[in-house]
């Protein structure tokens, strides 16, 4: 796993290959609003091929940032063990409209 550098994030990216999968992943579960949504919205720009995704660990399903991507990109969510911690998995569409305002990343909670 490899620390990468991602403009505008406040926590650490990490980058590794999941077989042909180029898998980015940070962890905002111990961050305060609006920290998940701003680093979302970093994370999900390095989201530009079909063979990529993103994975996200927070505290609860960043459920405001859901409508602000859905025309380009997936999501999947995981409720990870009894900490009540989530792992969302994002990954771009293949009929994406690329509409996403990227400075969007504000929430209301």
């Known amino acids: 796993m490899q620390t990468i550098e991602v403009a505008g994030s406040t926590v ?8 042909n999968i180029t898998v980015f ?3 905002t579960s111990n961050c305060q ?9 970093c994370g999900l720009q390095l989201l530009t091929k079909s063979n990529q ?5 927070n505290h609860k399903a960043p459920m405001g940032l859901f409508p602000k991507i ?13 900490s009540g911690k989530v792992k969302v ?11 996403t305002d990227f400075t969007q990343n504000s929430c209301s909670g």
């Open 12 to 19: 650490d990216f990490f980058k590794f290959l999941d077989g």
């Open 25 to 27: 992943t940070f962890d």
């Open 33 to 41: 609003p609006p920290e998940p949504m701003v680093n979302s919205m």
């Open 53 to 57: 995704r993103l994975e996200m660990i």
């Open 70 to 82: 859905e025309d380009d990109f997936d999501y999947k969510i995981t409720k990870l063990d009894d």
């Open 89 to 99: 998995v994002f990954t771009k569409k293949e009929n994406a409209k690329n509409s």
